[in-house]
Protein backbone atom coordinates (compact mmCIF):
# COMPACT_ATOMS: atom_id res chain seq x y z
CA UNK A 1 0.00 0.00 0.00
CA UNK A 2 1.43 3.63 -0.68
CA UNK A 3 1.35 6.50 1.69
CA UNK A 4 1.95 9.70 1.04
CA UNK A 5 2.79 11.87 3.82
CA UNK A 6 3.28 16.01 2.91
CA UNK A 7 4.93 18.38 5.28
CA UNK A 8 6.15 21.72 5.48
CA UNK A 9 3.22 24.13 4.80
CA UNK A 10 2.60 27.10 6.88
CA UNK A 11 1.94 30.32 7.02
CA UNK A 12 4.31 32.92 5.28
CA UNK A 13 4.64 36.73 4.14
CA UNK A 14 4.42 37.61 0.59
CA UNK A 15 8.43 37.28 -0.63
CA UNK A 16 9.23 34.00 1.70
CA UNK A 17 10.22 31.05 1.31
CA UNK A 18 9.10 27.72 2.47
CA UNK A 19 10.16 23.90 1.64
CA UNK A 20 7.91 21.29 1.18
CA UNK A 21 8.82 17.26 1.97
CA UNK A 22 6.90 14.23 0.48
CA UNK A 23 8.08 10.93 2.17
CA UNK A 24 6.44 8.25 0.26
CA UNK A 25 6.16 4.61 0.73
CA UNK A 26 5.59 1.48 -1.09
CA UNK A 27 7.13 0.93 -4.53
CA UNK A 28 5.37 3.48 -6.63
CA UNK A 29 8.38 6.10 -6.06
CA UNK A 30 11.51 4.73 -7.30
CA UNK A 31 10.46 3.97 -11.19
CA UNK A 32 7.50 6.69 -11.01
CA UNK A 33 7.81 10.70 -11.74
CA UNK A 34 6.61 12.26 -9.05
CA UNK A 35 4.78 15.51 -8.93
CA UNK A 36 3.83 18.28 -6.56
CA UNK A 37 -0.42 19.46 -7.06
CA UNK A 38 -2.17 22.48 -6.07
CA UNK A 39 -5.44 22.98 -5.23
CA UNK A 40 -6.06 26.54 -4.42
CA UNK A 41 -9.79 27.65 -2.78
CA UNK A 42 -12.43 26.99 -5.33
CA UNK A 43 -10.36 25.97 -7.81
CA UNK A 44 -9.34 22.60 -9.31
CA UNK A 45 -6.25 20.43 -8.28
CA UNK A 46 -3.22 21.56 -10.38
CA UNK A 47 0.21 20.21 -11.51
CA UNK A 48 3.41 22.51 -10.48
CA UNK A 49 6.10 20.56 -10.65
CA UNK A 50 7.44 17.44 -11.46
CA UNK A 51 10.47 15.38 -11.56
CA UNK A 52 11.29 12.22 -13.57
CA UNK A 53 13.21 9.19 -11.81
CA UNK A 54 16.13 10.49 -13.59
CA UNK A 55 16.43 14.14 -12.27
CA UNK A 56 14.41 16.25 -15.53
CA UNK A 57 12.15 18.65 -14.09
CA UNK A 58 9.39 20.51 -15.83
CA UNK A 59 6.90 23.71 -14.06
CA UNK A 60 3.93 25.04 -14.69
CA UNK A 61 4.32 28.37 -15.96
CA UNK A 62 3.20 30.11 -12.88
CA UNK A 63 5.89 28.77 -10.96
CA UNK A 64 9.14 28.74 -12.81
CA UNK A 65 12.14 30.48 -11.71
CA UNK A 66 10.93 30.81 -8.08
CA UNK A 67 10.05 26.70 -7.57
CA UNK A 68 12.47 23.89 -7.56
CA UNK A 69 10.99 20.32 -7.15
CA UNK A 70 13.57 17.80 -6.29
CA UNK A 71 13.97 13.91 -4.72
CA UNK A 72 16.11 11.92 -3.08
CA UNK A 73 15.63 8.15 -4.57
CA UNK A 74 17.40 7.05 -1.32
CA UNK A 75 14.79 8.24 0.89
CA UNK A 76 11.98 8.25 -1.09
CA UNK A 77 11.38 11.85 -0.56
CA UNK A 78 10.57 14.56 -2.80
CA UNK A 79 10.71 18.36 -1.80
CA UNK A 80 9.16 21.74 -3.48
CA UNK A 81 11.83 24.75 -2.49
CA UNK A 82 8.92 27.82 -3.03
CA UNK A 83 11.14 31.20 -3.01
CA UNK A 84 9.32 34.47 -3.65
CA UNK A 85 6.41 33.36 -2.54
CA UNK A 86 2.75 35.23 -3.99
CA UNK A 87 -0.36 35.39 -2.18
CA UNK A 88 -1.70 33.20 -5.36
CA UNK A 89 0.66 30.46 -4.47
CA UNK A 90 -1.71 29.44 -1.44
CA UNK A 91 -3.58 26.32 -1.25
CA UNK A 92 -2.98 22.80 -0.18
CA UNK A 93 -0.35 21.08 -1.93
CA UNK A 94 -0.31 17.60 -2.23
CA UNK A 95 2.34 15.37 -3.59
CA UNK A 96 2.04 11.75 -6.00
CA UNK A 97 3.33 9.77 -8.70
CA UNK A 98 2.35 11.19 -12.19
CA UNK A 99 2.34 9.96 -15.68
CA UNK A 100 1.90 12.14 -18.76
CA UNK A 101 1.24 15.11 -16.20
CA UNK A 102 -1.85 12.82 -14.36
CA UNK A 103 -1.86 11.35 -10.85
CA UNK A 104 -1.27 7.89 -10.24
CA UNK A 105 -2.15 6.99 -7.34
CA UNK A 106 -4.30 7.86 -4.04
CA UNK A 107 -3.57 11.39 -2.60
CA UNK A 108 -2.31 12.12 0.92
CA UNK A 109 -3.92 14.34 3.44
CA UNK A 110 -1.58 17.22 2.05
CA UNK A 111 -0.03 20.35 3.56
CA UNK A 112 -1.49 23.87 3.71
CA UNK A 113 0.48 26.64 2.27
CA UNK A 114 -1.07 30.41 3.17
CA UNK A 115 0.88 33.24 1.58
CA UNK A 116 0.07 36.87 3.27
CA UNK A 117 -0.06 39.79 1.46
Known amino acids: QVQLLESGGGLVQAGGSLRLSCAVS????????MGWFRQAPGKQRELVASITSGGSTNYADSVKGRFTISRDNAKNTVYLQMNSLKPEDTGVYYC???????????WGQGTQVTVSS
Open 96 to 106: NAVLYGFPLGS
Open 26 to 33: GTIFSSNA
